[in-house]
């Protein structure tokens, strides 16, 4: 990583990185909310309302390989800046356009979403092992969750608050302002990205005369699309995509049936319930974060596919535990360890994948983030079906149970291909 100077700017820029993050998690979780209910206000139309979710969760998957392409041939805070300002510009011409062309600016608002928040963060976890190092990734990795899952509980706590008290408009633009400012948080992080590659280049350093523009060496024998992609890393990679890929539709299960359960179990107050439910949950996955770059400073290395595939096993668990009618008292702790082994699963599962060859890197990202969404989205289009037609604890058991039981297998079939590994050398052994 160079000296302590080095380190120090890395470290500076790291957080950098890691507020803007947070703040564009805030703007992103306050319009998923607030354009949910803008949308219904504006349309009246439930189908309408799950027609603009469709839209910017197929514009997300879309958007994946595209995205690694382009983080691996462009400098990638760029590449997060430029989303930052097409969100923000999106949010201020929904508020200042005529009335009878706010539909139509809506479904663009969507694709704008979808797409920026998927490049942005391939972009992030693509350019986090140019910033800090291998050695210090689950650092980085924890404080980036860290800070995110502070800006997903503020941004959830102050929909409500701004669209009741202020009134849709408001709302936007203060959405808009934190895309703003997530864009000049990354400004001093990208000069002095370029100003690294131009300095590579002038003194004749290899990785910099072979570079490209993201700051990643090139080689010679890329691999050609997806598969090859994956037949390029280790077999636990595509692996550990496909569990978080469960995962996703796991997640939307719970994401779709909450309004439904809280419905249910506090028909006075369902918004409450729903809060206290979400509120443990970030809180969790905040505790994670901090756990897991306390543990990777003290000892040094960060955790492996068996944590990982364990604490997805826990989070599921976790999720079906909370919609089974727990009094708050345990419904809270059981959120709480869900929260927590989401986060760390989240952890453990980019750290390993920042772990591959720097030039496959970003488009490993690419897919990786187009599995996930593609999980999540069938799980929202599944889920809301079977809820029309079953309460939210079968819903939700049977999306969680299919993670669990994926996660179930990559753990079994890990642990025998570690067990034959340490077999071998014995068994060639004179």
Same mark, same amino acid.
């Given at each position: =990583?160079?000296?302590?100077?080095?380190?120090?700017?890395?470290?500076?820029?790291?957080?950098?990185?890691?507020?803007?993050?947070?703040?564009?998690?805030?703007?992103?979780?306050?319009?998923?909310?607030?354009?949910?209910?803008?949308?219904?206000?504006?349309?009246?139309?439930?189908?309408?309302?799950?027609?603009?979710?469709?839209?910017?969760?197929?514009?997300?998957?879309?958007?994946?390989?595209?995205?690694?392409?382009?983080?691996?041939?462009?400098?990638?805070?760029?590449?997060?800046?430029?989303?930052?300002?097409?969100?923000?510009? =999106?949010?201020?011409?929904?508020?200042?356009?005529?009335?009878?062309?706010?539909?139509?600016?809506?479904?663009?608002?969507?694709?704008?979403?979808?797409? !920026?928040?998927?490049?942005?963060?391939?972009?992030?976890?693509?350019?986090?092992?140019?910033?800090?190092?291998?050695?210090?990734?689950?650092?980085?990795?924890?404080?980036?969750?860290?800070? %995110?899952?502070?800006?997903?509980?503020?941004?959830?706590?102050?929909?409500?608050?701004?669209?009741?008290?202020?009134?849709?408009?408001?709302?936007?633009?203060?959405?808009?302002?934190?895309?703003?400012?997530?864009?000049?948080?990354?400004?001093?992080?990208?000069?002095?990205?370029?100003?690294?590659?131009?300095?590579?280049?002038?003194?004749?350093?290899?990785? !910099?005369?072979?570079?490209?523009?993201?700051?990643?060496?090139?080689?010679?024998?890329?691999?050609?699309?997806?598969?090859?992609?994956?037949?390029?890393?280790?077999?636990?990679?595509?692996? =550990?995509?496909?569990?978080? *890929?469960?995962?996703?539709?796991?997640?939307?299960?719970?994401?779709? !049936?909450?309004?439904?359960?809280?419905?249910?179990? %506090?028909?006075?107050?369902?918004?409450?319930?729903?809060?206290?439910?979400?509120?443990?949950?970030?809180?969790?996955?905040?505790?994670?974060?901090?756990?897991?770059?306390?543990?990777?400073?003290?000892?040094?290395?960060?955790?492996?596919?068996?944590?990982?595939?364990?604490?997805?096993?826990? =989070?599921?668990?976790?999720?079906?535990?909370?919609?089974?009618?727990?009094?708050?008292?345990?419904?809270?702790?059981?959120?709480? *360890?869900?929260?927590?082994?989401?986060?760390?699963?989240?952890?453990?599962?980019?750290?390993?994948?920042?772990?591959?060859?720097?030039?496959?890197?970003?488009?490993?990202?690419?897919?990786?983030?187009?599995?996930?969404? $593609?999980?999540?989205?069938? !799980?929202?289009?599944?889920?809301?079906?079977?809820?029309?037609?079953?309460?939210?604890?079968?819903?939700?058991?049977?999306?969680?149970?299919?993670?669990?039981?994926? $996660?179930?297998?990559?753990?079994?079939?890990?642990?025998?291909?570690?067990?034959? *590994?340490?077999?071998?050398?014995?068994?060639?052994?004179?």
């Amino acid at each position: =990583m160079g000296g302590p100077a080095e380190v120090d700017r890395a470290w500076g820029d790291l957080r950098l990185v890691a507020t803007a993050h947070a703040v564009s998690t805030f703007g992103s979780f306050l319009n998923l909310v607030a354009l949910g209910l803008f949308v219904l206000h504006l349309t009246g139309s439930t189908v309408q309302t799950g027609v603009f979710m469709a839209v910017r969760l197929a514009a997300g998957f879309l958007a994946g390989p595209v995205a690694g392409r382009l983080a691996a041939r462009l400098r990638r805070p760029y590449l997060m800046i430029g989303a930052d300002l097409v969100a923000a510009g =999106m949010l201020t011409l929904l508020v200042v356009v005529p009335a009878g062309a706010r539909t139509t600016v809506l479904y663009g608002l969507a694709v704008a979403l979808g797409v !920026g928040q998927t490049l942005w963060g391939v972009a992030m976890r693509a350019h986090l092992p140019t910033m800090v190092g291998p050695d210090r990734l689950t650092r980085a990795n924890g404080l980036v969750v860290t800070l %995110r899952s502070v800006g997903m509980l503020l941004g959830f706590a102050s929909a409500g608050v701004l669209v009741g008290w202020l009134g849709y408009h408001v709302a936007f633009l203060v959405d808009a302002a934190t895309y703003l400012l997530s864009a000049l948080l990354l400004v001093p992080v990208a000069r002095r990205t370029t100003a690294a590659d131009r300095s590579a280049a002038t003194t004749g350093d290899t990785a !910099g005369a072979t570079a490209v523009p993201g700051g990643q060496p090139a080689t010679a024998g890329r691999a050609s699309g997806r598969f090859g992609l994956l037949r390029a890393v280790a077999p636990v990679v595509p692996a =550990m995509i496909a569990v978080r *890929a469960a995962d996703a539709l796991g997640s939307a299960s719970h994401n779709v !049936g909450l309004p439904v359960y809280a419905t249910l179990v %506090r028909p006075d107050s369902p918004a409450t319930f729903a809060a206290t439910f979400t509120t443990a949950w970030a809180a969790g996955s905040l505790l994670a974060g901090r756990w897991a770059a306390r543990r990777a400073k003290r000892s040094g290395h960060g955790p492996t596919e068996l944590p990982f595939g364990v604490a997805t096993c826990l =989070m599921s668990v976790c999720f079906v535990l909370a919609f089974t009618g727990l009094p708050v008292w345990l419904l809270i702790p059981v959120t709480l *360890a869900a929260g927590a082994a989401d986060g760390y699963a989240e952890i453990s599962y980019t750290t390993r994948l920042q772990a591959v060859d720097a030039d496959l890197r970003p488009r490993l990202f690419g897919f990786a983030s187009a599995a996930q969404n $593609a999980g999540f989205g069938l !799980g929202m289009i599944v889920c809301a079906a079977l809820l029309d037609r079953f309460p939210p604890l079968p819903v939700v058991g049977t999306a969680h149970g299919l993670a669990l039981a994926v $996660a179930l297998v990559f753990l079994v079939a890990h642990v025998r291909l570690r067990a034959a *590994a340490r077999r071998q050398p014995a068994e060639v052994a004179p």
